[in-house]
Nanobody, 123 residues
Framework: QVQLVESGGGLVQAGGSLRLSCAASVGTFQIYNIGWFRQTPGKERDFLAAIRWNGDDPYYADSVKGRFTISRDNAKTTFNLQMNSLKPEDTAVYYC????????????????WGQGTQVTVSS
């Protein structure tokens, strides 16, 4: 069974930073990618970043490239999203997800999702 648990959300002022974590437990499932997405009310869930299960080959959406960094903490099987220079428009619920597919930008390629963590950036 695959379990993903996000943490680290909260309230931050514009220009500040937050680090989100996704604790992943995948049992015997073959997971190829871990991705981060975000969603605001009434909108689709947008891709932000992804990384291979072994921590290689980070990949970013243009909207966050240079501000967000995805990484793996190998000792804990935790996948982190470091978010810097946050803007009010970054306010959303942030989700991590696991995919057994090579594709990683398409949210439909992700089979397992965490419960989400709220990030609010005040102006």
């Amino acid at each position: 069974q695959v379990q993903l648990v996000e943490s680290g959300g909260g309230l931050v002022q514009a220009g500040g930073s937050l680090r989100l974590s996704c604790a992943a437990s995948v049992g015997t499932f073959q997971i190829y990618n871990i991705g981060w997405f975000r969603q605001t009310p009434g909108k689709e869930r947008d891709f932000l970043a992804a990384i291979r299960w072994n921590g290689d080959d980070p990949y970013y959406a243009d909207s966050v490239k240079g501000r967000f960094t995805i990484s793996r903490d190998n000792a804990k099987t935790t996948f982190n999203l470091q978010m810097n220079s946050l803007k009010p428009e970054d306010t959303a619920v942030y989700y991590c997800a696991a995919s057994a597919s090579y594709s990683r930008r398409n949210r439909n390629a992700y089979d397992y999702w965490g419960q989400g963590t709220q990030v609010t950036v005040s102006s």
